[in-house]
């Protein structure tokens, strides 16, 4: 039975988690720029500089980043960063408006 490639990353996220806590380690999408990441806070938007593990190969599109398969591309550590609630929705949000005409996501080359 295939299991949620998100799922069976959870426990190394939370491990990872704790490491970018232990190096206070600075958001990698706005570069501290909105200040440091409050790892203490619980993470949903009332807490915007709370912690997000950002992907930086965003799992739908494991194939244009050279991944066998979503699971490789959800559970790799190297793709991570330490990344603020806030930083990583709005650059969600951008991603989002990538989307095609179907709602799928489209390799356009222009990254
Ligand atoms: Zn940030």
Not at 15 to 43: F, H, M, V
Not at 47 to 73: K, M, N, Q, T
Request: hydrophobic share 35%.
């Amino acid at each position: 039975m295939a299991s949620n490639p998100r799922q069976s990353a959870a426990r190394a996220r939370v491990r990872q988690a704790r490491r970018y806590a232990a190096a206070n380690a600075e958001c990698a999408l706005c570069n501290g720029a909105r200040g440091p990441i409050d790892y203490s806070a619980p993470r949903d938007h009332m807490h915007p500089l709370s912690l997000v593990i950002d992907e930086i190969a965003p799992v739908a599109r494991w194939r244009e980043f050279g991944y066998e398969s979503r699971r490789a591309c959800a559970c790799d550590p190297a793709n991570w960063q330490p990344a603020h609630w806030i930083c990583n929705a709005l650059a969600s949000d951008k991603r989002g408006r990538r989307k095609g005409p179907r709602g799928r996501d489209e390799a356009s080359g222009t990254f």
